[in-house]
């Protein structure tokens, strides 16, 4: 992608990389584990990937680091997903306009609507982290392929 990149776009590119856990993100992971319900798949995720950053993939994609998550969830607290449901989520990632991803206990991830997490809405958009990040590698597919990346 990043080949290509200034030859179509007319600028360089900026960091896009998949960056590897370290012990500090291993530990952030842990510690995230112990004070809040998240989903399993995502400690998992944290033990191998330390943060995810495509700043040239449409807008941008991504994925927090587990020490970002958790300073974010001690300066901010937890997401209101549903108020009907009770559910609570934490933000995992933003898509670089401004919009956030949420991962929920059960391991839902819900897009918000707006870049305010004050009085959050919320869309569904993977039933679990798998989906989420197949969803992710999909709009690099398509960007690679197009220079269009949907609309996750």
């Known amino acids: 992608m990043t080949g290509e990149f200034?030859?179509?776009?007319?600028?360089?590119?900026?960091?896009?990389?998949?960056?590897?856990a370290d012990h500090?993100?291993?530990?952030?992971?842990?510690?995230?584990?112990?004070?809040?319900?998240?989903?399993?798949d995502l400690?998992?995720?944290?033990?191998?990937?330390?943060?995810?950053?495509?700043a040239n993939v449409g807008n941008g994609y991504f994925l927090e680091s587990a020490r970002n998550v958790l300073?974010?969830?001690?300066?901010?607290g937890i997401v209101d997903v549903s108020t009907a449901r009770k559910v609570h989520g934490l933000v995992i990632g933003s898509?670089?306009?401004?919009?956030?991803?949420?991962?929920?206990?059960?391991?839902?991830?819900?897009?918000?609507?707006?870049?305010?997490?004050?009085?959050p809405e919320l869309d569904k958009v993977a039933d679990d982290l798998h989906q989420f990040l197949e969803l992710l590698e999909h709009s690099l597919t398509r960007f690679i392929a197009d220079g269009e990346t949907g609309n996750l």
Not at 98 to 119: I, N
């Open 43 to 54: 400690i998992t995720f944290y033990d191998s990937i330390g943060d995810v950053t495509w």
């Open 95 to 119: 898509n670089g306009g401004g919009l956030a991803y949420v991962a929920c206990p059960d391991g839902e991830v819900y897009r918000t609507r707006t870049a305010s997490l004050d009085e």
């Open 6 to 20: 200034e030859h179509r776009h007319g600028f360089s590119p900026g960091t896009n990389e998949v960056r590897p």
């Open 24 to 40: 500090d993100d291993q530990a952030a992971a842990r510690a995230l584990a112990q004070i809040t319900p998240i989903p399993a």
């Open 71 to 76: 300073q974010r969830l001690h300066e901010d």
